[in-house]
């Protein structure tokens, strides 16, 4: 009866109501834990049964920014806004992605609107912090030693960043250090001083650094572009007069290259990444380097503290002469997959610890010699103790042949990057 509508009315109403701020905590509770997956099945459901609700849409688009899908959360916050231009939450949200983007400038105007409205709001908080992240300045240390039963080596770096200056450029500076020691008795001992320059604009950056390599007795140029096509494609190019990437062999031998690369990837979202890269190396001695490579990295599993995934790679190398003092096959062909499960140790918000174990299975074949298995395992360790500085360190163990001759290689890395 109409009067038994209107007395139930209400209470469906309140209930309605009442289901959405639940099924929405649920999502963000989901969301938190780092199960995006599943907090995105139920934002979706929530944003197609309540298409016109902006509470269900402000929590999907912090959801797709958390997810590396900014320019899907910017749409999404705009939509917001559009609904409720007072929404503190939906200004800080665009904010924090607009500045992933890359438009600084705008990140400060979508902040200083989320300020006005509330300058407590825990999202406001979070956006200032990835501003301040994004233009500060910031001091980066790098170690990396090498070692197989043909030579060993280790490479040590120094990095400094200015602030961003004027929204867009940045200073660099830093220098290397490159100790080695062959098989045959031979040493290589050399420093690598350089200064760069970065540009940053929305959906571009683009690198150009000047390095001086003593072995070479020349100084290189190396430039590269990065361009963010949407949330999902992005292209990149490449190129340096003196290529840093050089075998210990042809250091040794003073042999230098000069380098070309290109590539492409495309990323779903945390759970799905396909890519493909292209370089070309012309070295001193005449010969021509081709590398293409193809990576493919799918989520599996994933659960409040782990993640389960699969990382595959193919590789072709070819070369054009066959005499060189370095590792030059006329042709090369890798294949290989790789199981990584990663746990997190402890999780607080911005500070976290996560450790990763991999294993790698695939097989190489070589020009002029049998296919042979590879074999390797991998641990690595990544640390946030606080906001502003991250620290990783990795061992891998690979056992591979090189000319028909197996052989036990060993990688070790440390990195500290502090920011101010």
């Known amino acids: ?19 959405r701020i639940a099924a929405t905590a649920q999502a963000q509770a ?10 995105h ?50 200004h800080a949200g ?19 609107h989320a300020e006005q409205v509330d300058p407590a709001h825990p999202g406001a908080v979070d956006a200032r912090l990835k501003y301040r992240l994004a233009t500060a300045a910031s001091v980066a240390a790098a170690a990396e030693h090498r070692q197989d039963f ?51 604009a929305r959906d571009v950056s683009a690198q150009l650094a000047a390095q001086r390599y003593r072995y070479a007795d020349r100084t290189g140029v190396a430039a590269s572009v990065e361009w963010s096509v949407d949330d999902h494609w992005r292209v990149r190019a490449g190129a340096a007069s003196a290529a840093r990437d050089v075998p210990l062999q042809a250091i040794a031998a003073g042999i ?46 994933e659960w409040t503290d782990a993640r389960l995934s699969v990382n595959a790679l193919l590789h072709s190398m070819t070369n054009t002469i066959d005499a060189a003092p370095y590792f030059n096959p006329r042709r090369g062909l890798t294949g290989s997959a790789e199981l990584l499960y ?30 042979t298995s590879i074999g390797a395992l991998r641990y690595g360790l990544r640390w946030r103790p606080d906001t502003w500085t991250d620290i990783r360190l990795g061992y891998l163990l690979t056992r591979r042949a090189y000319d028909g001759e197996y052989g036990t290689y060993h990688q070790a890395t440390l990195s500290v990057l502090r920011r101010f």
Do not use: C
Not at 1 to 19: G, V, Y
Not at 44 to 53: C, K, M, T
Not at 266 to 287: I, K, P, T
Not at 352 to 363: C, I, N, Q, S
């Open 1 to 19: 009866t109409p009067q038994l509508k209107d007395a139930w009315s209400p209470r469906l109403a309140r209930e309605n109501i009442d289901h």
């Open 30 to 39: 989901r969301a938190y834990a780092e199960q995006y997956a599943e907090a």
């Open 41 to 90: 099945r139920l934002l979706d459901a929530l944003v197609r049964s309540e298409p016109y609700d902006s509470g269900v849409h402000n929590a999907a688009a912090w959801l797709a920014e958390w997810r590396g899908l900014p320019r899907s959360a910017q749409q999404q916050f705009e939509y917001v806004l559009a609904v409720d231009p007072a929404n503190a939450d939906a």
């Open 94 to 112: 665009l904010a924090a992605a607009r500045t992933a983007t890359g438009d600084i400038a705008g990140a400060r105007n979508a902040l200083e």
């Open 150 to 200: 043909r030579a060993r080596q280790t490479l040590t770096g120094l990095r400094a960043a200015t602030p961003l200056v004027s929204d867009h450029w940045r200073l660099t500076a830093g220098i290397d250090w490159l100790e080695g020691r062959l098989d045959g008795g031979g040493q290589v001992s050399d420093r690598w001083p350089m200064v760069g320059l970065q540009w940053l």
């Open 256 to 301: 230098h290259a000069r380098q070309a690369s290109i590539g492409a990837s495309w990323r779903r979202d945390e759970g799905r990444l396909l890519s493909l890269d292209a370089r070309r190396q012309a070295f001193s001695d005449g010969n021509r380097r081709n590398e293409v490579s193809a990576a493919w990295s799918e989520r599996l599993r």
């Open 342 to 371: 990663e746990h997190a140790g402890w999780r607080l918000l911005d500070r976290w610890l996560w450790h990763e174990l991999g294993v790698t299975v695939g097989a190489f074949d070589q020009s002029g010699f049998r296919t």
